[in-house]
């Protein structure tokens, strides 16, 4: 059996285990079309044929861009590792100056890109780095196709040099730079090696139950992200067929046509699906409604392992056949598990989606971290609410004096590339600075507190710190984002964009005298009384020096497109805080 040393051993050891029918199934227009392992790595193999005809040597690096996950990503990711040179995954979302950023810094050499949205954007800037050729996996006019290569690689002849480039690759070798979407400055590029991502997959899978050889994954999130792209591995190496959705709005028909057994999420799309349940709830009535809202009262009060007692689980019994079945067959049937990271997760999605029979696993990581450094796992008592989790074996985790989470393995980055002193500025020996507060209860989970740079002082030199406030009140359905600030000022206050979907059926369903535009329901003095309720159940949790004191709402939806989030969804802070000054001075000069 192939030992798994290096990323592109893993197709190789599920060809020899499994050797699977449909080992990456994506859909093209109306019909979904597979690929088996053996065809997989033949592709692969033609890729690195062509690669070495192009004259791309160890060390080499290639971009890849793609709007959405696809077969044609995994083909050239294992293609471009056998010849020992570097994939370099690049987010579709981020802007043509910051392709320009990448492309440079990364010194990139050819690019891949899926479509002609993505193409475009590389085109305007490809005159400024050293890009030899674009190749498109989408057929776009004027663009050379990826086929180009697969038949430029056709000749088996030189097969002898793609093995003689594989056996030269060692497992400490570089094998991509993710550039992290950083929350300021620019872009970091982390170098991640073979072994730290093997090892994390090696690892992660002990805490993930699957079906081995006869089930299904779906994919969405994007796989430029190592959280993503490690599932993906992990997938290959447990003989998972994988289907690749075609976008995060078409989920909910691909749950449906794939009936997958696990999915991977950010904690933004798990709201958003359970706001969408939460909404169909209304358009029932009489008993339907009552049992409805009675299964999700009862799913919020939702401990593990029986721990509610027995006339609770007898309860919950009843919920799943009456209303959580019918979530179930929403997310096409099979689903056993869930799993979330890059944010923190709601407790109550958690217990909720538990108790519906849709367990969501919260784990912990970093791209620094290849990435995970927790999970929870429902066996063996290792699934605790708000917690992400033990602690993956081999990796070591050592809670600092100011409660900074330190984290030490064979999953931690080699550095940033060509920054040696951003490198030590996070290292200290051999552990790594996680920028994330926490704590480690007496059984071992591991639970996080907060960020070490956002915390911040108001003026009367107490302490706050924002994720604490805005993971509370990011649970209320009138709160889609929020951000609270106040370093400096005398009071803590918060921005917040309204979940404007949820309020206008608020709005039909009480009967308020509100326009349903955005502009109008930020501006409402019903609806800001309304939020003010949420703020003051919010406050009486904290203490004074540290609960809202005052609030606007934006009009605005909060997207990546204007920069209010990284590509991961999380807040660019500074950058939200310019675009709203003016509703931040109105908070504390007006």
Same mark, same amino acid.
């Given at each position: ?51 070495? &005809? ?73 005159? &400024? ?32 040099? =793609? ?37 994390? =997959? ?45 976008? /995060? ?65 007898? &309860? ?88 900074? /989470? ?11 590339? &060509? ?172």
């Amino acid at each position: 059996m192939t030992e798994i040393t290096r990323l592109f051993d893993f197709p190789y050891y599920q060809l020899e285990k499994y050797n699977l029918d449909k080992a990456l199934t994506t859909k093209y227009g109306s019909e979904w079309k597979s690929i088996s392992t053996q065809e997989y790595i033949n592709k692969a193999n033609a890729i690195s044929r062509a690669l070495l &005809k192009l004259g791309v040597e160890k060390d080499n690096k290639i971009a890849v861009i793609s709007t959405n996950n696809r077969t044609e990503w995994n083909i050239m990711d294992i293609g471009i590792l056998q010849v020992g040179a570097q994939n370099i995954p690049i987010y579709p979302t981020i802007s043509a100056d910051d392709y320009e950023y990448v492309l440079n810094h990364s010194e990139s050499l050819y690019c891949f890109v899926s479509d002609d949205e993505v193409l475009q954007k590389v085109l305007k800037i490809k005159d &400024k780095t050293k890009l030899k050729e674009v190749y498109s996996f989408d057929q776009v006019n004027g663009c050379k196709h990826y086929s180009e290569l697969l038949e430029l690689g056709k000749d088996q002849s030189t097969q002898h040099e =793609v093995e003689a480039r594989k056996d030269a690759v060692k497992s400490s070798d570089l094998a991509t730079i993710i550039y992290t979407s950083g929350t300021t400055g620019q872009p970091k590029g982390v170098m991640l090696t073979h072994d730290n991502i093997v090892s994390n =997959v090696l690892a992660s899978e002990k805490r993930i139950p699957l079906g081995y050889g006869n089930a299904k994954a779906l994919s969405f999130l994007p796989v430029c992200h190592i959280f993503e792209r490690m599932i993906l591995y992990l997938y290959q190496y447990s003989g998972m067929e994988i289907y690749f959705a075609e976008s /995060i709005e078409k989920i909910s028909d691909n749950l449906k046509e794939v009936k997958p057994h696990i999915m991977t999420a950010v904690p933004r799309l798990y709201e958003k699906m359970y706001d969408a349940i939460y909404a169909k709830g209304d358009d029932l009535s009489g008993i339907k409604k009552i049992l409805f809202y009675w299964a999700i009262n009862l799913g919020l009060e939702y401990e593990p392992y029986g721990a509610n007692g027995w006339w609770y689980e007898k &309860k919950l019994s009843i919920a799943r056949k009456l209303i959580f079945s019918k979530w179930q067959i929403g997310f096409g049937g099979n689903l056993r598990i869930m799993v979330s990271g890059s944010a923190a997760l709601q407790s109550r999605l958690t217990r909720v989606f538990a108790a519906a029979g849709l367990p969501i696993m919260e784990g912990y990581g970093l791209t620094e971290t290849s990435p995970v450094v927790s999970v929870n796992d429902l066996r063996n008592g290792g699934f605790r609410i708000g917690t992400v989790g033990r602690i993956i074996d081999k990796v070591e985790v050592k809670i600092a004096e100011d409660d900074e /989470i330190l984290v030490k393995g064979p999953n931690v980055m080699l550095g940033y590339y &060509k920054d040696p002193e951003k490198t030590a500025e996070v290292m200290s020996g051999d552990f790594f600075h996680t920028g994330d507060k926490g704590k480690i209860d007496s059984d071992g989970f591991l639970s996080i507190t907060g960020r070490k740079k956002e915390m911040f002082k108001t003026s009367g030199g107490k302490y706050v710190i924002p994720a604490l406030l805005e993971n509370e009140l990011k649970q209320s359905l009138f709160i889609e984002q929020i951000m609270v600030v106040g370093e400096g000022e005398k009071m803590p206050a918060a921005i917040i964009q309204p979940n404007f979907e949820f309020i206008k059926d608020w709005i039909d369903r009480k009967g308020k005298d509100v326009n349903k535009d955005n502009t109008s329901i930020a501006n409402s003095e019903i609806v800001i009384k309304r939020i003010q309720k949420e703020i003051d159940k919010c406050n009486a949790n904290f203490g004074k020096w540290e609960q809202i004191k005052r609030f606007e709402l934006t009009p605005d939806v909060w997207n990546i497109d204007d920069g209010h989030l990284t590509p991961t969804m999380k807040m660019r802070r500074d950058v939200i805080k310019e675009i709203y000054m003016d509703l931040y001075e109105e908070i504390y000069r007006g």
